[in-house]
């Protein structure tokens, strides 16, 4: 994990709390799952493709400060970094190259939103993130907190470098928790003595730091099902949003299915919707391009011929459309409309199963819900489409003596009774979704534990009632 807190100079300017994390990405694509505390983390964010560096098995890699600072030459401002915690010495040159690259690139996801950089005397806070991929497939978190100066949030807490040091070293030296597990560290807090902080990091953490009121507040429930069509068959996709984060203001309340599209930029968010999008695919994850709030310097990734999720601010929305893009879903969340699209969105899925997600979806939506409850309501239609079509995979894994498998792709496809179902899963099981979690299923003897598997063995007893129930009354 790096950290990374983003300070800005003068005194009026933006400061960014930054904390960037780095895990080992399993070869299903999915990240480790990340440590439950007391405060709300960030959502994934930003995603850029970095030459592959030395990770290790600590909480973070790196705790920075990144500091707005004016260029030499002219009126213009440029991120750069100003702290750093650890000091690396005694690098070899391969590894102090590799360290350059990837704290080179920090700044400018820590600053996404262009030249738009000027003093201010006001500055709501904001929390998000960016992910950056290595070569080998493993990706570094980075979480990023932007708020008025790092100085006075020192001044108000009381709180000395001194004092911040040796906790950060414990915490950074703390062996990494098992799923389910819990790490206890020890802090030393002035006036107020010896404090025990423990993080644990869920057995299941498909909806952690997952919010939908988001994409709820800006998109009908039938355009949120296209999005996930087209993300299942891996398409590109860009979202346009005003903000970088969740607007203060949005409550936690359900909306009706057929709420009005948000106004303007009062809950628009980049970071917040996409991550919601990429959610509603477990267990499956995106392992292509991700990057929820594209710096003006990538732009040019919405030329990519490969498969994407990407978010890009709306004063970029003329430049984005006059780029040549093939096959592309364009949605803005501003105005709750697709302003590109495929044509075949409706299509993809089997018409029954749609049919029941947007039932479910539909179900009580007018009644209060936590957002816990929420998240639980939307995602788990969802969960349910995946456990109909693929849920029978680990029959369909033969096994050797030495416990290697071999998914046995025909049989798991023709074991489909729906036509319609079949068509869907021939083309699903092709994609590098459904080929990354079998790569792992085939390695695993047993069906991993976890809530799909759980969704799973629970419609398998149900249809073994439902037999049960037909031969009682035949």
């Known amino acids: 994990m790096v950290g990374l807190i983003c300070k800005t100079c003068p005194p009026a300017w933006r400061d960014c709390v930054y904390w960037i994390s780095s895990w080992k990405r399993r070869k299903s694509g999915s990240l480790q799952d990340n440590l439950r505390d007391s405060g709300k983390e960030p959502e994934r964010a930003q995603e850029h493709c970095l030459p592959a560096f030395a990770g290790g098995q600590h909480f973070f890699e790196y705790l920075l400060v990144v500091s707005l600072k004016k260029k030499s030459a002219g009126a213009d401002y440029e991120p750069t970094i100003t702290y750093q915690f650890p000091k690396r010495e005694n690098l070899l040159r391969g590894q102090q190259e590799e360290e350059e690259r990837l704290l080179g690139a920090i ?25 950056l991929t290595n070569v080998d497939g493993s990706r570094k978190i980075g979480y990023c ?17 001194a004092v911040i040091y040796p906790f950060m070293q414990g915490l950074r030296e703390a062996a990494f928790p098992a799923p389910g597990k819990t790490v206890t560290l020890k802090s030393f807090i002035p006036d107020s003595g010896t404090e025990f ?26 355009q949120i099902l296209q999005i996930f069509a087209s993300a299942v068959l891996e398409r590109r996709i860009i979202f346009l949003a005003e903000g970088l984060r969740l607007c203060r203001g949005l409550n936690e309340t359900v909306y009706s299915r057929f709420r009005p599209p948000c106004q303007a930029h009062t809950y628009c968010t980049l970071s917040q919707c996409i991550h919601a999008a990429a959610a509603l695919l477990y267990p499956f994850s995106w392992a292509h391009t991700y990057i929820p709030v594209v710096p003006e310097s990538l732009l040019d990734t919405v030329c990519c011929p490969t498969p994407f999720m990407v978010g890009v601010q709306t004063r970029f929305q003329q430049q984005v459309m006059d780029s040549p893009m093939e096959e592309v879903l364009l949605v803005n969340l501003c105005e709750g409309t697709f302003l590109m699209s495929v044509g075949d ?15 479910s979806l539909g179900r009580g939506t007018n009644e209060p819900q936590t957002s816990e409850q929420l998240n639980e309501h939307v995602s788990g239609p969802f969960v349910q489409f995946f456990v109909k079509t693929v849920g029978h995979y680990a029959s369909y894994i033969k096994r050797e003596a030495n416990g290697q498998g071999h998914f046995q792709e025909r049989a798991f496809c023709k074991a489909l009774t729906s036509k319609a179902n079949r068509r869907f899963v021939k083309k699903f099981v092709k994609t590098q979704l459904f080929s990354l979690f079998i790569q792992e299923a085939e390695k695993s003897r047993n069906p991993p534990a976890g809530y799909f598997q759980q969704k799973i063995l629970e419609y398998e007893d149900q249809k073994k009632q439902k037999k049960s129930r037909e031969k009682t009354v035949k």
């Open 107 to 131: 700044p400018l996801f820590c600053f996404p939103d262009g030249n738009e950089w000027a003093p201010l005397t006001e500055y709501p806070r904001e929390t998000f993130s960016f992910v």
């Open 197 to 222: 902080i423990s993080l644990t990091r869920p057995l299941d953490s498909h909806l952690e730091h997952v919010d939908f009121s988001s994409l709820l507040r800006c998109l009908r429930f039938e």
């Open 145 to 161: 907190r932007r708020l008025l100066i790092l100085d006075e949030v020192e001044k108000r807490h009381q709180i000395s470098l």
């Open 345 to 359: 969105e409706k299509d993809i899925l089997p018409p029954k199963l749609q049919d029941d997600i947007l039932d």
